[in-house]
């Protein structure tokens, strides 16, 4: 079954009462585009993603870079935006299903979204639905009079999303029915017997204003763990000198079995440590024939993908660099650049401070450059 994901994200926000719209808020350095679009690349059932943008975000749309993804401008309301993305949709060729769902519930589960993708097996749309646990009233305008009627909450639930459908079937329905359209797109269907309800989830709340915001980012940071990184290399002569993956100008170089750099090395090692994955060490043994001389960029790229795999977001990274030459003053800029850039994070998730020890010891008599690192990274479901 091949799927494509439309993801909303053209509302004005106007709930959220801040310069930047609700999809470009951060949590861990990633915009909640981007938090939906790391689950949803877990499924290989997902060929296609399109992201609906309002024409004003287009500026900080651009900023995220983000690949393999088609824009489409939305409309005035959801049901205008949605239809535009299945427009784009219906004429492409090989795909039969679509799931719809809101930027603004970055925080469903894989496993909801791996239920509703096997559940559209059989049905023509799958739902996830919870129950209603407060009290309902309605409010009756009669032309007479306005008065209040208490409904029963078991005859009640609410609807969330991601809401599965069939392609063709949801954009006929747009077409022809779309006076029904009542918030969500399940509302088009008038046969509820088409429909699977699912149990959704409680934590797949939409963020509507800044304490929904508060009460994810509480959720995430609930789930912060921290790792520690350190690593020492020998230096000598004709070796190159590699350090945070960048090729420095030096007349020593460090000593080891990949290129040696020791920051990438201390940064990987606590990336690790932090998701609970061993070492890196393990990871890359420096018997293999196929690691020797390897760059250290590789071998840190392989483990970012790994980690993201396992749901893992890199809240921080504090690096300290402990030599006597080179000076890392200078290069500061370029080496959080860089390891920002591998590790797929902004230049503010990184700090590095260049450390010497007094000219006592190895690193002191310029034998060897060592480093320490702290991350902390925040895992979703
Ligand atoms: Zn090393």
Do not use: W
């Not at 994200?9 to 585009?33: C, D, H, M, T, W």
Request: charged share 30%; proline share 2%.
């Amino acid at each position: 079954m091949s799927f494509c994901l439309i993801i909303l994200a053209a509302g004005n926000s106007s709930r959220f009462r801040s310069n930047v719209g609700k999809p470009y808020q951060e949590i861990g350095g990633k915009s909640l585009i981007e938090i939906n679009l790391i689950k949803a690349r877990k499924f290989k059932q997902i060929k296609k993603i399109v992201l609906v943008y309002n024409r004003k975000d287009l500026k900080r749309l651009r900023k995220l870079k983000l690949k393999n993804v088609k824009f489409v401008v939305g409309g005035k309301s959801r049901r205008q935006s949605t239809f535009n993305a299945l427009k784009y949709l219906i004429n492409l060729k090989g795909f039969n299903k679509v799931l719809i769902h809101d930027v603004a519930r970055p925080n469903f589960s894989t496993k909801l979204l791996r239920s509703i993708l096997t559940k559209m097996g059989k049905a023509k749309a799958v739902v996830p639905k919870i129950k209603v646990q407060d009290a309902i009233k309605q409010i009756i305008d009669s032309s007479k009079e306005e008065y209040i009627v208490s409904k029963k909450r078991d005859d009640l639930f609410l609807t969330q999303t991601p809401q599965a459908f069939n392609l063709k079937e949801i954009y006929h329905l747009h077409k022809t029915s779309s006076s029904k359209y009542n918030d969500d797109d399940i509302s088009l269907y008038m046969d509820l017997n088409k429909v699977k309800f699912i149990e959704g989830e409680k934590n797949n709340f939409k963020i509507t204003d800044k304490l929904d915001f508060e009460n994810l980012k509480n959720i995430y940071k609930s789930k912060m763990s921290v790792g520690i990184g350190f690593d020492v290399h020998r230096l000598v002569t004709n070796r190159k000198l590699f350090l945070a993956g960048l090729k420095i100008k030096s007349k020593i170089g460090t000593l080891g079995h990949s290129d040696g750099d020791p920051v990438l090395h201390a940064v990987t090692d606590a990336i690790l440590g932090a998701c609970a994955m061993g070492d890196i060490g393990l990871k890359f043994s420096d018997k293999k024939k196929r690691f020797k001389n390897i760059r250290s960029t590789i071998l840190l790229r392989q483990i970012i993908n790994q980690i993201k795999l396992k749901g893992y977001l890199i809240n921080n990274i504090d690096i300290n660099i402990i030599t006597e030459t080179p000076k890392i003053k200078n290069l500061k800029n370029k080496m959080t650049k860089n390891i920002a850039k591998i590790c797929e994070i902004s230049v503010d998730q990184i700090n590095i401070k260049g450390k010497t020890t007094e000219k006592l010891g190895v690193v002191g008599k310029e034998k060897a450059i060592a480093c320490e690192v702290i991350c902390s990274v925040i895992k979703y479901d």
